[in-house]
C-alpha cells in the first residue's frame, strides 16, 4: 500500500500527507517531475530515485510545526 495519503504540488513545492497525518513538504520539485510521481508505481522509490527526498523541508505532525 502507498505510503501517501494525498499529494498536491504548487510551486516548487510537494506537499505530502501520509496516513498518520504528518504533512511533508519538498522544495525544489518541478511540475514535470510531480507528473511523473503520479504515474509512478511507488512513491517511495521515486523519492529515492529522482534525488527529491534530500529537499524535505521541515515536516507538520496533523497540520502543525
Known sequence: SSMAA???HKGDILHVRVK???TYEY???SAA????MQKSDSFGKFLNGM???GSLLKPEKN???
Open 6 to 8: 494525498s499529494i498536491a
Open 20 to 22: 498518520n497525518g504528518t
Open 27 to 29: 522544495k525544489g520539485v
Open 33 to 36: 517531475q510531480f507528473e511523473t
Open 51 to 53: 534525488g527529491i527526498k
Open 63 to 65: 497540520g502543525r510545526s
